[in-house]
């Protein structure tokens, strides 16, 4: 499938796009499913929306696949999701190298909890596809936006305390570029599915001017269209960053 991007401005694509896929087990549940089905079925829609953030030209895109708080699963659905992000990477890294694709993980990586399996194969595909351009692809995967927050303070904290740094050079550069991937820029829009309204811990640095946007659709229903129909509402707003409304567009 390919999408009509003839409504998108083009200079005015969010360059990174956060989505939090939510209702997967609410999808399976719905069809008398375990809520591992619902896992499955939303892996297509994530590889789809990738198609379409390469369609349409965003840089950036962020998902939310495992979250320091999905631990308190069961044991069943945490040792579901580990192997199945596992054998997700190795199904699709090949094909995501080959269309320019870098892959990116964000989240705590030295949690003895995650396989070490798992933490092979996320190394290997973020250097293998450490080169490429077309679009960064973030898996937050093991993420708390709160730790990582933490974790860059630590890190700046131990530079003061070693004298390398002063306390007086800590900025909000300085602090960004401390978090788990430095270079990634503010998130312009961040989608969750489901109809819930939460921002669960993801991204709250980096969310400081992000738009939302929430479809009411559960995760596996999501698409690249759906994708597409988000950049053209979001492409609706007006951004301020907190600035005055801009009176001389009134007449
Ligand atoms: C999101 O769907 C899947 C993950 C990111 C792990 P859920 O598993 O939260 O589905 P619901 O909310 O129970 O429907
Ligand atoms: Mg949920």
């Known amino acids: 499938m390919t999408l009509d991007v003839s409504g998108v401005d083009p200079d005015r694509i969010p360059r990174h796009v ?13 069809r008398g499913l375990p809520r591992t089905a619902g896992h499955v079925a939303g892996e297509a829609a994530l590889f789809d929306t990738v198609e379409g953030a390469l369609e349409i030209g965003i840089e950036w895109l962020t ?3 495992f979250s320091t708080e999905n631990w308190s699963r069961s044991d069943e659905e945490v040792e579901f999701l580990m192997w199945f992000n596992e054998d997700l990477l190795t199904r699709r890294r090949d094909d995501l190298h080959e269309q320019g694709v870098r892959m990116l993980f964000a989240g705590d990586m030295d949690d003895p909890r995650i396989p070490d399996r798992n933490r092979k194969h996320m190394a290997e595909a973020a250097r293998m596809t450490s080169g490429n351009t077309s679009l960064h692809l973030v898996f937050a995967f093991n ?41 990634m820029p503010d998130v312009d829009l961040i989608i969750r599915s489901s109809g819930e309204h939460r921002l669960s811990n993801f991204l709250l640095w980096q969310a400081a001017y992000a738009e939302f946007y929430f479809p009411g659709i559960l995760w596996p229903d999501f698409d690249r269209q759906a994708l597409l129909d988000a950049v053209i509402d979001y492409q609706g707003r007006e951004r301020r960053f907190g600035a005055a409304e801009d009176l001389s567009r009134i007449d």
Do not use: H, K, M, Q
């Open 143 to 183: 993420y708390g936006s709160r730790r990582e927050i933490v974790d860059a303070t630590r890190a700046l904290a131990s530079r003061v305390a070693s004298g390398a740094l002063a306390v007086d050079e800590i900025d909000e550069t300085l602090l960004a570029g401390s978090l788990y991937v430095p270079e």
């Open 63 to 65: 998902a939310f696949t």
């Open 18 to 30: 956060g989505l939090i896929l939510d209702g997967n087990g609410r999808w399976a549940n719905a």
